[in-house]
Nanobody, 117 residues
């Protein structure tokens, strides 16, 4: 069984920074894509960024140039560095892992990010 544990959310002022961390444990296969999604109140869950074990990162247009996703594959950990945060970035952020072979998906429990003065 796969478990994803997130940390790093919180309250930050506009223009501030936060770093989210997600560590996966259990039967994680080598070929996987790790990523972050978010869901704001009253809105659908949306992709923020993804990073495969090998290959290019992918970002939502709304966060390009402000957010950076990275991973430590040896530790099954994915990071999301968020800079120049805006009130519209306020949401619950979810860690996500996709097994590229079986197509099984796994989700974290979510961590709240609130951008407000």
């Amino acid at each position: 069984q796969v478990q994803l544990v997130e940390s790093g959310g919180g309250l930050v002022q506009p223009g501030g920074s936060l770093t989210l961390v997600c560590t996966a444990s259990g039967s994680i296969f080598r070929n996987n894509v790790m990523g972050w999604y978010r869901q704001a109140p009253g809105k659908q869950r949306e992709l923020v960024a993804t990073i495969p074990r090998v290959g290019s990162t992918n970002y939502a247009d709304s966060v390009k140039g402000r957010f950076t996703i990275s991973r430590d594959s040896a530790e099954n950990t994915v990071y999301l560095q968020m800079n120049s945060l805006k009130p519209e970035d306020t949401a619950v952020y979810y860690c996500h892992v996709l097994d590229s072979v079986s197509r099984n998906q796994y989700w974290g429990q979510g961590t709240q990010v609130t951008v407000s003065s």
